[in-house]
Nanobody, 121 residues
Framework: QVQLVESGGGLVQPGGSLRLSCAAS????????MGWYRQAPGKQRELVAT?????NYADSVKGRFTISRDNAKSTVFLQMNSLKPEDTAVYYC?????????????????WGQGTQVTVSS
């Protein structure tokens, strides 16, 4: 099993910054892709950014958000700058890879519990 623990959300004024973190733990053999998604009230969950061998960003956050990862700590970060009210949402991390289970490798795709980001004056 893989557990994801997110932190770093909160309330920030427009133009401000926040840094989200998501640490994965468990019988992880390898991690392929790590990413962040968000869901605003009344809207579908949408991709924010992903990172594997390269990075990928939603157009709405390009130039403002930066995704990075610490492979040694199985942790993914999302640095969010120049925040706007429309960035308000619950942010979820997502991690995919392989775990060791009963001496075999199985793929996993896990989600964090979500962290609230509110951008408001």
């Amino acid at each position: 099993q893989v557990q994801l623990v997110e932190s770093g959300g909160g309330l920030v004024q427009p133009g401000g910054s926040l840094r989200l973190s998501c640490a994965a733990s468990g019988s992880i053999f390898s991690i392929n892709v790590m990413g962040w998604y968000r869901q605003a009230p009344g809207k579908q969950r949408e991709l924010v950014a992903t990172i594997d061998s390269s990075t990928n960003y939603a157009d709405s956050v390009k130039g403002r958000f930066t995704i990075s990862r610490d492979n040694a700590k199985s942790t993914v970060f999302l640095q969010m700058n120049s925040l706007k009210p429309e960035d308000t949402a619950v942010y979820y991390c997502n991690v995919g890879g392989q775990i060791v289970s009963y001496a075999t490798l199985r793929t996993f795709d896990s989600w964090g519990q979500g962290t609230q980001v509110t951008v408001s004056s």
